[in-house]
């Protein structure tokens, strides 16, 4: 069983940086896609970025809605991903869900393809 817990949410403000970390369970972090997924206010859940392994290394994909701000990063020693966060944006202003699973890639961005899901991080961009 993959065990997942966020951290680093909190308040920023518009144009300002936030990193996220997502600390998983030891238990065959490696074989899993991680991604990142958040939901706004009234919204529904999202793709945010994800990780994927791929021929032996691992490939990275986002959203267009945060390519070329976000970060994802994998440390596979340390079980753990990261999500820097850069230029954010009220639009931005989300709760943080860190997921693992094993999606085909054409399904990569839908929620339900994941098995595990962490308890999420509050991040607020303030206008």
């Known amino acids: 069983q993959v065990q997942l817990v966020e951290s680093g949410g909190g308040l920023v403000q518009t144009g300002g940086s936030l990193k996220l970390s997502c600390a998983a369970s030891?238990?065959?972090?490696?074989?899993?896609?991680m991604a990142w997924f958040r939901q706004g206010p009234g919204k529904e859940r999202e793709f945010v970025g994800a990780?994927?392994?791929?021929?032996?290394?691992?490939?990275?994909y986002y959203a267009d809605s945060v390519k070329g701000r976000f970060t994802l990063s994998r440390n596979n020693a340390k079980n753990t991903i990261s999500l820097q966060m850069n230029s954010l944006k009220s639009d931005d202003t989300a709760i943080y869900y860190c997921?693992?699973?094993?999606?085909?890639?054409?399904?990569?961005?839908?929620?339900?393809?994941?098995?595990?899901w962490g308890q999420g991080t509050q991040v607020n961009v303030s206008s």
């Open positions: 990780s994927r392994g791929s021929g032996g290394g691992y490939r990275v």
């Open positions: 997921a693992a699973g094993r999606p085909i890639l054409s399904a990569l961005s839908m929620s339900t393809m994941y098995t595990y």
């Open positions: 030891e238990r065959t972090f490696s074989d899993y896609t």
